[in-house]
């Protein structure tokens, strides 16, 4: 079975500063795609980028951008220019190709300061 | 366009009773995905239907959980004779193929089983 596993329960950066929430998964599938979630207080999820797994590209959205390292199975989001309303719960997602299942970590809580 | 729609959106019962959510996708999706979100951890699949059908439906889905999508809009999720385990927040969520991978959440509704 796929897992994902995301090793910072709680981190926090300054405003304007750079934060990077690690996310490792394990499977034997080639055909699979990545995704970062976000959940911030008001609780509804937000997706915020993905990653197919067979393009070596790095995945970009604006001041969010993805280190996708496949053969070592990491997954790691960077955020630039941190600003406040990014304070949220971020979750590392999986899915096989073929399947609809996404399968979760158990998140990130990021807290950015003024 | 007003989201997804989750009611209620808190639910209180005692345990060996029934519950039964409801969820409204964004008019048009024709995906539509439950999960549950327990504390501290990521959300867990539970089933995805496509139109009317089901098609995927997870193990944890055991035989007191039951899901609907009779005409292919709303849907419903029915929990028989709660335990207290069955206490999460049940999520719902909707999209488009059109929209590539990206799933659109509700505010999701907080059972809790006393």
């Known amino acids: 079975a796929q897992t994902v596993t995301q090793s910072q329960p709680e981190m926090s950066v300054q405003e304007a500063e750079t934060v990077t929430l690690s996310c490792t998964y394990d499977?034997?599938?080639?055909?699979?795609?990545l995704f970062w979630y976000k959940q911030p207080p008001s609780r509804q999820m937000i997706l915020v980028i993905r990653?197919?797994?067979?393009?070596?590209q790095n995945a970009t959205e604006n001041r969010f951008s993805v280190n996708f390292q496949k053969a070592a199975k990491s997954f790691s989001l960077k955020i630039s220019d941190s600003q406040l309303g990014d304070t949220a719960m971020y979750f590392c997602?999986?899915?096989?190709?073929?399947?609809?299942?996404?399968?979760f970590g158990k998140g990130t809580k990021l807290t950015v300061n003024p | 366009d007003t989201g997804v729609s989750q009611n209620p959106r808190h639910k209180i019962t005692k345990r060996g009773q029934n519950v039964t959510f409801r969820c409204d996708p964004i008019?048009?999706?024709?995906?539509l995905y439950w999960y549950r979100q327990t504390l501290g951890q990521g959300p867990e699949f539970l089933t995805y239907?496509?139109?009317?059908?089901?098609?995927?439906k997870s193990r944890l889905l055991s035989d007191r959980f039951s899901a609907e999508r009779p005409k292919g809009s709303f849907s419903t999720l029915e929990i028989q004779r709660t335990e207290q385990g069955d206490s999460a927040m049940y999520l719902c969520?909707?999209?488009?193929?059109?929209?590539?991978?990206?799933?659109?959440f509700g505010s999701g509704t907080q059972l809790s089983v006393l």
């Open positions: 969520a909707s999209s488009l193929p059109e929209l590539g991978e990206k799933l659109f």
């Open positions: 499977t034997s599938e080639n055909n699979y795609y």
């Open positions: 990653q197919e797994a067979y393009k070596q």
């Open positions: 997602a999986f899915r096989q190709g073929g399947s609809e299942k996404l399968v």
């Open positions: 008019s048009e999706h024709n995906r």
């Open positions: 239907f496509q139109n009317e059908a089901q098609l995927e």
